[in-house]
């Protein structure tokens, strides 16, 4: 399991609600959202996260409409949606060190 | 003239043949020196002949003598780096490999799988796969071939995995597996900026130009104690391989630039975000740190609770805050274990307090029930005489050993965990050393058991742990008087003469012909020394099929073969033919046979009908 995963799919952030945002408010961001995929609008398919930005999909926005509609689990997730978000793209794990890896080995694989 | 120096050439070789042929029954395990030592020694003679004679045929001989002397220098120097593996191969073999006798033949594997990352094709990684599989045991320098295999497949894992055992191992290793293994442990290491263990990988790379390099690069960033200072830095550059690889990572040390310090502990999340934003690369100790005494700042703040509790009040929730603050927290506690988990870290990392002391518990119970679980895995497959490949068995035995290690790492007493691996371990270990004849990768299992055993100070199992540790050490299994199975061939009608006489005579025979032959081809008597090559070679074929006669017996595992020294399970995977006759003779072709054990095998039955009946019942699965 991903350490990040718990912030990383916080709802409030597919969502890109604030954390005092309605039950109202959330259903229509999520209606919105799910129809702007539908339609492959480019700014929805990604959400802000503190690790970097996310990609948005239709299962993910339902999951986190789902999510906020039980109070006790909302009132966790609020918790959480309280640390700042990253606009930047999230930061590369593999590619790059590997690159460097097999240059360092003069290595032409991995 | 035929120069005397090329005749004592052809005399080494024979010689060699000679000694090859008698491996069978000797039970001196003769050491000859290297192939390529004496094709050096041979070509310095020979150059100062043509210093003298500028004949064609000495400088011939030379030529080959050369290449067969220099052959694992021209291999690494030339071929390797070009990348063309099965020329690599074929010279190394043409050298006789290095390393310890058992691993001389995959050494070559090893070399050509050097190549073969330097210009990976699927082609040349089947080759080096198929000559592997006809070895009876990888070994380690097998091992380390087969994971450049998989990283010219682009399975970092599998290759890292089996990397990280060869170079726990130590000095166990083959110095050649060791270094590979240890220099792409710390390249990874480097690029994954986990600057611990490059400090450590480097300890160990002794001499290893561009482990010092490395290490220098990674002391620098991290403003280290002992940094080296620019000139040393630049001259580390200078000595270390692949300079224009490097010379990037030099100038980027050499900038000024400070390491982040850790975010301060406060009442916030802020730390346990930057610990997960810059995990698992370049988190440090301190950052982890950090994020688990904001967690305990968390805990003990009055107002934290009191917020949520408010807020759940304005949610419709009559939960009490603290509550959920806990819950909360131990959502937080969990992400921390894992990603100590993920990252390899000890759990020691975790400062002592509440949140620590969870994260601590967690992550030992977690590597306790991992390790319990993978060495339960070993021990069930042995029990249920179900077997992997080699390559994957030496995985499974590295997964293992890693939970090991970890474990250790996390102060769990070496008694406890000692009486959790012991018998399972020993179990497994015992069934590949005598039917499966694993005996390194067995060898491994049992001085990891040896360690435990010691360090846990079981002193009612010292002596099985020595003694195991010991017998893995040989050739082979000993020799049984009575075989246990259902025997093919009875040999003791024979034995005297197959195991006394004979080999003596024709030993005789082939060192005094071939001795005669060299000397009458010197005094140019060409007929006497023809009939004497004659002689010698009859004498050496009488030799070696009369070598190839053992006892035979089937038994549930496979066909049981006994020389007169070892024994030895043939699985019936690595039988590829039965055939019976002239009269009761049984040959027995294996795909895979030990060193000291010919791939053809002779026995006797009792009579033509018993050899045609055992040659009818061979249970071949189809080969290897």
């Not at chain 2, 990674?218 to 692949?242: E, F, G």
């Not at chain 2, 950090?290 to 805990?299: F, T």
């Not at chain 2, 033509?608 to 699965?621: D, G, N, Q």
Request: proline share 5%.
């Amino acid at each position: 399991m991903d350490p990040r995963a718990r912030l990383r799919d916080n709802p409030f952030f597919v969502l890109g609600m604030s954390v005092g945002s309605t039950s109202m408010e959330l259903e229509r961001a999520a209606r919105r959202l799910l129809s702007e995929l539908a339609v492959g609008r480019e700014a929805s398919r990604t959400y802000s996260t503190p690790f970097g930005c996310m990609e948005r999909t239709p299962e993910n926005v339902r999951a986190a409409v789902d999510a906020l509609r039980d109070p006790a689990k909302r009132i966790r997730h609020e918790w959480w949606a309280a640390v700042p978000v990253s606009a930047d793209p999230p930061r590369e794990t593999l590619d790059v060190p590997a690159a460097q890896y097999a240059r360092l080995l003069g290595l032409r694989c991995v | 003239m035929v120069s005397p120096v090329a005749l004592v050439w052809v005399a080494i070789a024979l010689g060699r043949l000679f000694m090859g042929s008698s491996k069978l029954r000797s039970n001196v395990t003769i050491r000859l020196p290297q192939r390529r030592f004496v094709g050096l020694f041979a070509a310095a003679i020979l150059t100062l002949l043509f210093w003298s004679d500028n004949s064609a045929l000495v400088f011939g001989l030379l030529v080959v003598s050369g290449v067969v002397g220099l052959s694992h220098e021209l291999a690494a120097a030339v071929l390797i780096p070009l990348g063309l593996p099965r020329l690599t191969w074929v010279l190394y073999r043409l050298g006789g490999g290095n390393g310890p006798p058992a691993e001389r033949r995959a050494s070559a594997d090893l070399a050509a799988a050097r190549a073969l990352v330097r210009r990976p094709s699927e082609a040349a990684a089947r080759f080096i796969e198929r000559d592997l599989a006809t070895c009876v045991e990888l070994g380690t320098s097998g091992a380390a071939a087969m994971a450049l295999v998989s990283l010219s497949r682009g399975d970092c894992n599998q290759a890292h995995a089996i990397f990280r055992l060869i170079d726990t191992m130590g000095d166990h290793a083959p110095p050649v597996a060791a270094r590979i293994a240890r220099e792409h442990l710390m390249v990874d290491a480097f690029v994954r900026e986990d600057w611990r263990r490059v400090e450590e990988y480097e300890k160990r790379a002794k001499g290893s130009r561009l482990a010092t390099l490395l290490a220098s690069v990674a002391r620098r960033k991290t403003h280290a104690y002992r940094a080296p200072s620019t000139a040393v830095l630049w001259m580390a550059w200078l000595i270390a391989p692949r300079r224009r690889a490097t010379y990037a990572l030099v100038v980027d040390a050499l900038k000024a630039r400070h390491v982040s310090p850790p975010v301060p502990v406060a009442a916030s999340l802020e730390a346990y975000v930057k610990l997960l934003a810059s995990w698992p690369i370049g988190a440090r100790r301190e950052d982890l740190a950090a994020a688990v005494q904001s967690l305990d700042a968390l805990r003990a703040s009055p107002a934290v609770a009191a917020g949520i509790e408010k807020r759940g009040l304005a949610l419709g929730l009559t939960a009490d805050g603290k509550e959920v603050c806990d819950a909360i927290l131990c959502d937080a506690e969990e992400d921390l274990a894992q990603s100590v988990l993920e990252a390899g870290w000890p759990a020691t990392w975790a400062p002592r307090g509440i949140t620590g002391d969870a994260i601590r518990a967690r992550v030992e119970q977690e590597r306790v029930s991992r390790a319990e679980g993978l060495v339960a895995e070993l021990e069930r497959r042995s029990r249920h005489r179900v077997d992997l490949s080699e390559n994957d068995e030496w995985r499974a035995w590295a997964d293992a050993r890693s939970a090991i290690d970890e474990l250790l790492c996390d102060n769990v007493p070496p008694a406890t965990a000692f009486s959790i691996v012991f018998a399972q371990l020993t179990a497994y270990a015992v069934r590949l050393t005598n039917v499966r004849a694993r005996r390194i990768l067995a060898g491994d299992v049992f001085r990891v058991l040896q360690d435990l055993a010691h360090q846990g100070r079981a002193s009612h199992t010292y002596e099985l742990v020595d003694r195991n540790v010991t017998a893995v050490k040989a050739d082979g299994l000993p020799r049984e008087k009575e075989l246990h199975g259902e025997p093919i061939g009875d040999l003791s009608r024979v034995a005297s003469l197959r195991d006394v006489v004979l080999p003596r005579a024709l030993g005789a025979v082939v060192g005094v012909g071939v001795i005669a032959m060299v000397w009458l081809l010197a005094a140019e008597k060409f007929f006497l020394a023809g009939a004497c090559a004659w002689m010698t070679f009859a004498a050496m074929f009488l030799f070696a099929v009369t070598g190839h006669f053992v006892q035979c017996a089937w038994s549930v595992e496979g066909l049981v073969v006994q020389s007169r020294r070892l024994r030895f399970i043939a699985q019936f995977a690595d039988i590829a033919a039965i055939g019976a006759g002239p009269g009761a003779l049984v040959r027995v072709r294996l795909y895979r046979a030990p060193r000291w054990l010919p791939r053809v095998v002779f026995t006797l039955a009792r009579s033509r009908a018993e050899a045609e009946a055992h040659a009818a019942r061979v249970p071949i699965a189809g080969g290897c």
